[in-house]
């Protein structure tokens, strides 16, 4: 484990907590900085051509590969009291070659481990005992959830943490029950709840429904499912307050919310400002204000200050990422994959965009901010965001107008030869900031 520098006394340190399937890692994102590229049209855009554009190293204060040292694949965590909680996931069978691990499909379990290679158990690190030159070291929790969970989904609403069973990796495991608890950190106690309507007792998800995605708005979690027997996808939501599940047909266009709030179109609210919405749109951030009544539109804004401008022609993308990070700030992660020069030893790179960036309101969409009971209304559809994102007709200002000053803090394009030969996914981040007594 390489060491890393002490931070000025008084100067605390930001780190960016990432975790993919096989790897736990903390980014410095005091050493972020803006990386400037050329124009794109002067680039070549083939994907198979060489590459013109500095890729960096990415600034690992910590990492962990959670494989190599006995942890289950695939596990998701939250932080909470300066402590991150990594749930759940699949124990690989030992003496695997860490190349199969890209798809665990192809490795096994080891069934020696928890409920037949699913994992129950929670793992603790706590973030207030980490210095520059100790190891990560997780800690196995005390309690464990009350079944094993593959890959899932963990959202923490009203102090509360929900975990659900994703998709477990092997087609013919069955998923214990419950699928669905909620652990209360108050009194540290795990509880059972209602089963979805997906699964049904003893069933294995891979031979019916794969859960594809998912969100929350407010108190109520939205899921996407596929279901394997009739072809089509399924939206379901979970409201925490009444602890029902409800079906919500087979096409967003149906759901009760913007498309921007559902499963697929990853997005975070800004700390400061509940009504202005970060998330998205294929390659493309954009931000949408949201309306205080039914009346009003959603407004869009693409982010250009913040976009890769030649993310979407250079690079093979994935599933991008939006992380909250202090007051008005916010982190946009986009993974994917960049072919290697001509003559490279390999012949494609693990790469992710990066960038950091202030959100302010400009003055005439900040008024009544704080008294906006964010009631949301059916918007356009998505070929309406380029249209009320544009704004070069004076004659619709109002709606066409951006709504926010971008200031941008740091972006640039970083290799991830740390996450090895896995696939270029992540499952989570938080942002934690420590303090010097911490350091």
């Given at each position: 484990?390489?060491?890393?520098?002490?931070?000025?006394?008084?100067?605390?340190?930001?780190?960016?907590?990432?975790?993919?399937?096989?790897?736990?890692?903390?980014?410095?994102?005091?050493?972020?900085?803006?990386?400037?590229?050329?124009?794109?049209?002067?680039?070549?855009?083939?994907?198979?051509?060489?590459?013109?554009?500095?890729?960096?190293?990415?600034?690992?204060?910590?990492?962990?590969?959670?494989?190599?040292?006995?942890?289950?694949?695939?596990?998701?965590?939250?932080?909470?009291?300066?402590?991150?909680?990594?749930?759940?996931?699949?124990?690989?069978?030992?003496?695997?070659?860490?190349?199969?691990?890209?798809?665990?499909?192809?490795?096994?379990?080891?069934?020696?481990?928890?409920?037949?290679?699913?994992?129950?158990?929670?793992?603790v690190l706590d973030l207030t005992r980490l210095d520059s030159s100790t190891d990560l070291d997780l800690l196995k929790h005390h309690t464990s959830m009350l079944a094993a969970k593959p890959t899932p989904i963990v959202e923490e609403i009203e102090g509360k943490i929900y975990v659900?069973?994703?998709?477990?990796?092997?087609?013919?495991?069955?998923?214990?029950?419950?699928?669905?608890?909620?652990?209360?950190?108050?009194?540290?106690?795990?509880?059972?709840?209602?089963?979805?309507?997906?699964?049904?007792?003893?069933?294995?998800?891979?031979?019916?429904?794969?859960?594809?995605?998912?969100?929350?708005?407010?108190?109520?979690?939205?899921?996407?499912?596929?279901?394997?027997?009739?072809?089509?996808?399924?939206?379901?939501?979970?409201?925490?307050?009444?602890?029902?599940?409800?079906?919500?047909?087979?096409?967003?266009?149906?759901?009760?919310?913007?498309?921007?709030?559902?499963?697929?179109?990853?997005?975070?609210?800004?700390?400061?400002?509940?009504?202005?919405?970060?998330?998205?749109?294929?390659?493309?951030?954009?931000?949408?204000?949201?309306?205080?009544?039914?009346?009003?539109?959603?407004?869009?804004?693409?982010?250009?200050?913040?976009?890769?401008?030649?993310?979407?022609?250079?690079?093979?993308?994935?599933?991008?990422?939006?992380?909250?990070?202090?007051?008005?700030?916010?982190?946009?992660?986009?993974?994917?994959?960049?072919?290697?020069?001509?003559?490279?030893?390999?012949?494609?790179?693990?790469?992710?965009?990066?960038?950091?960036?202030?959100?302010?309101?400009?003055?005439?969409?900040?008024?009544?901010?704080?008294?906006?009971?964010?009631?949301?209304?059916?918007?356009?559809?998505?070929?309406?965001?380029?249209?009320?994102?544009?704004?070069?007709?004076?004659?619709?200002?109002?709606?066409?107008?951006?709504?926010?000053?971008?200031?941008?803090?740091?972006?640039?394009?970083?290799?991830?030869?740390?996450?090895?030969?896995?696939?270029?996914?992540?499952?989570?981040?938080?942002?934690?900031?420590?303090?010097?007594?911490?350091?």
């Open positions: 484990m390489k060491k890393t520098e002490m931070v000025l006394e008084g100067q605390p340190k930001p780190l960016l907590w990432v975790a993919t399937p096989q790897r736990l890692i903390a980014i410095d994102m005091s050493k972020l900085k803006i990386n400037h590229y050329e124009d794109a049209s002067k680039l070549k855009i083939n994907h198979y051509e060489s590459r013109d554009f500095e890729i960096h190293s990415l600034p690992v204060f910590r990492m962990l590969n959670l494989v190599e040292n006995e942890f289950p694949f695939g596990m998701r965590f939250f932080i909470r009291d300066s402590k991150l909680y990594m749930v759940g996931g699949e124990k690989p069978r030992r003496g695997a070659s860490p190349k199969l691990y890209r798809h665990l499909k192809c490795v096994g379990h080891d069934e020696s481990f928890g409920d037949r290679g699913l994992s129950p158990y929670v793992y659900l069973s994703g998709t477990p990796s092997q087609s013919y495991c069955l998923l214990p029950t419950p699928t669905f608890e909620v652990y209360d950190p108050l009194i540290e106690q795990w509880k059972p709840l209602d089963q979805p309507p997906f699964y049904r007792e003893g069933c294995s998800n891979c031979q019916e429904f794969e859960v594809i995605d998912h969100s929350v708005l407010g108190t109520t979690i939205y899921v996407l499912t596929f279901n394997l027997m009739d072809e089509f996808y399924h939206y379901y939501s979970y409201n925490v307050n009444d602890g029902n599940w409800k079906f919500l047909g087979e096409s967003e266009d149906k759901l009760p919310v913007p498309y921007h709030f559902t499963p697929m179109f990853t997005g975070k609210f800004v700390p400061g400002y509940n009504d202005i919405y970060i998330f998205f749109l294929g390659d493309i951030p954009y931000a949408a204000l949201v309306p205080s009544n039914d009346r009003s539109p959603t407004r869009y804004q693409a982010l250009n200050e913040v976009d890769g401008a030649l993310y979407h022609r250079q690079v093979a993308s994935y599933s991008g990422l939006v992380v909250q990070l202090g007051e008005h700030e916010m982190c946009i992660m986009k993974p994917g994959s960049v072919q290697a020069k001509e003559g490279s030893l390999r012949p494609c790179h693990i790469i992710l965009y990066m960038a950091t960036f202030k959100v302010e309101k400009l003055l005439h969409s900040s008024s009544s901010a704080q008294d906006r009971g964010l009631k949301l209304l059916r918007t356009a559809d998505a070929s309406d965001v380029s249209q009320t994102s544009s704004h070069h007709d004076n004659d619709v200002q109002d709606i066409r107008a951006p709504f926010l000053s971008i200031t941008c803090l740091s972006k640039g394009f970083y290799y991830l030869d740390e996450w090895g030969p896995e696939a270029s996914y992540i499952c989570s981040a938080f942002f934690h900031q420590l303090s010097t007594h911490e350091m």
